[in-house]
């Protein structure tokens, strides 16, 4: 009955979580209101776990759920709950785009949303730059113009282009390298949220 209870759950948030796997949260919480299967506590450590891991991040918190809740088959149970709603969708756009492949307001369509696309992700990345380098209400409760400016940030963001645009030895390693030195430079240097 669990397995049943965790595929139903993850599959209503697949299909209504419509714009990424921050729009699972709020399913999230419903899904902990009304199972009691982990706390908001917890949920944010989901949170935090999932941003740092490989995956997408519904993906990756579905996943938690179910290994939390029903070892490795309700971890199985509750993804593929999270992804059957999409795999399905994408099955019928498949069949109705291979009609109008060919068309070429279809391909300018496509054309078209390049860039749009490459805009919501520059934007979104922007926002997390914002987010992590600018300290607007430390600024505003002491007046230090140094308080609005995370400096241990911008020391690693120098370092970090440092090594992956301009040392030579160093320019061309996976970005997971980085990543991880990154997580630990926070571990070791407690990098404070924001």
Not at 119 to 134: D, R, Y
Request: hydrophobic share 55%; net charge positive.
């Amino acid at each position: 009955m669990i397995y049943l209870q965790l595929f139903f759950e993850f599959f209503k948030a697949g299909l209504f979580a419509i714009g990424g796997g921050m729009a699972t949260l709020p399913f999230l919480y419903d899904i902990s209101d009304k199972t009691g299967w982990f706390t908001y506590g917890q949920l944010a450590d989901m949170v935090a776990i999932s941003e740092s891991t490989p995956g997408p991040i519904g993906v990756n918190m579905a996943t938690y759920v179910g290994f939390t809740t029903a070892g490795i088959p309700g971890s199985v149970i509750a993804t593929l709950g999270l992804i059957t709603p999409s795999i399905i969708i994408i099955l019928i756009i498949a069949g109705f785009l291979k009609a109008f492949k060919d068309n070429k307001y279809v391909q300018h369509a496509f054309y078209g949303l390049r860039p749009a696309s490459t805009g919501l992700i520059a934007a979104a990345g922007f926002s997390v730059f914002a987010l992590i380098m600018f300290h607007k209400d430390a600024y505003a409760a002491s007046g230090n113009i140094l308080d609005l400016v995370s400096i241990p940030n911008l020391v690693l963001l120098a370092v970090l282009y440092y090594f992956t645009a301009v040392c030579k030895k160093t320019k061309g390693l996976h970005p997971v390298v980085f990543i991880a030195a990154s997580a630990v430079i926070g571990i070791i240097f407690q990098f404070g949220g924001v």
